[in-house]
């Protein structure tokens, strides 16, 4: 009677292992393109992604580099104080959009531009994302909005 108990234990132990395993790998697998990892421009000058890798890369538009173009594609540049990265979106900007404030965008690194697919921007004068003051911090050119 023992070693019956004991052998269904086991089974039991085993089959909640494998659900588990299972389980986990169909969360990754669902997951696995609506990760998007982020990274301040230094990180992105320093070790460059590939060109198939979606990121999203934020900091702050770079005053004077603004460019709208012919149609619906903008041209400006995003810095953390210690690198610039120029950055390409075709679409709608946000209409907090502006230079020398935060931004975080979502796309692909190709030949040395952010091929920007979606641009979000702070949504009231003191909000910042939290890795853009981090990044921004890091760079030491962080400056606390004033309340």
């Known amino acids: 009677m023992k070693s019956l108990k004991k ?4 089974q039991i132990i085993a089959l909640a292992t494998g659900a588990l395993v299972l389980s986990t790998a169909l969360i990754g697998y669902a997951l696995r393109d609506g990760i998007n990892y982020f ?3 230094s990180q992105v000058i320093a070790e460059p992604p590939g060109p198939a890798e979606v990121f999203r890369i934020g900091g ?6 603004l460019i709208r ?5 903008i041209r400006f540049a995003v810095t953390d104080g210690g690198a610039v990265v120029p950055v390409t979106f075709t679409g709608v900007l946000p209409d907090l959009f502006e230079e020398n404030q935060g931004m975080v965008g979502t796309g692909r690194y190709v030949n040395g531009v952010f091929e ?3 641009i979000l921007a702070k949504h009231d004068e003191t909000y910042m994302p939290k890795e853009v003051v981090d990044a921004l ?4 050119v962080y400056q606390a909005p004033e309340s």
């Open 116 to 118: 920007a697919t979606e």
């Open 7 to 10: 052998q269904r234990r086991i």
């Open 137 to 140: 911090k890091e760079q030491g």
């Open 39 to 41: 990274r301040a421009p």
């Open 60 to 65: 702050l538009v770079e005053e004077g580099s």
């Open 69 to 73: 173009g012919e149609g619906e594609t």
